[in-house]
């Protein structure tokens, strides 16, 4: 199966330009603890809740912060037409909950979570992934920027 039959398409995008308040906004109106950041119509990092939380306001940042300031620059994302397995895998390896989908010209088109992948038909392969990324640390955590 492949990663296009389960990745969730409409997806809101956020400028980095725009304040940490305007993402969280956007967050709570399409109901995602994740955005894609793009500009000039690439994508150029992602901001998480946690991002939020802790790169912004446990660091006393105010709500006009642009989101450039505490988004995570280092993207790592999948392809539309790459197989769920492999990406269950990397989202193990990475740590990852979510991973943007870009098309094989790299323009964002979907993004995939792991429940997404579980509820597309690889119960067992998630669930390998979900220990993995449930373990302390990890590339992404946020003591590490």
Request: proline fraction near 4%; glycine fraction near 8%.
């Amino acid at each position: 199966m492949r990663v296009s039959e389960c990745m969730t398409r409409d997806v809101t995008i956020a400028n980095p330009q725009e304040t940490i308040c305007d993402a969280a906004k956007m967050m709570a109106d399409c109901d995602a603890g994740v955005l894609p950041v793009g500009e000039n119509d690439r994508l150029v990092g992602v901001i998480t809740d946690r991002d939020i939380a802790v790169r912004g306001v446990a660091e006393g940042k105010a709500p006009n912060t642009s989101i450039r300031d505490v988004m995570s620059a280092e993207v790592r994302y999948c392809f539309e037409d790459d197989d769920i397995d492999d990406v269950l895998r990397t989202m193990g390896e990475l740590q990852l909950r979510r991973l943007p989908v870009l098309s094989r010209d790299k323009r964002l088109v979907g993004i995939v979570s792991l429940s997404d992948l579980a509820t597309g038909g690889a119960s067992a392969p998630a669930g390998r992934a979900l220990r993995d990324i449930a373990r302390p640390g990890g590339e992404h955590s946020q003591t590490r920027h």
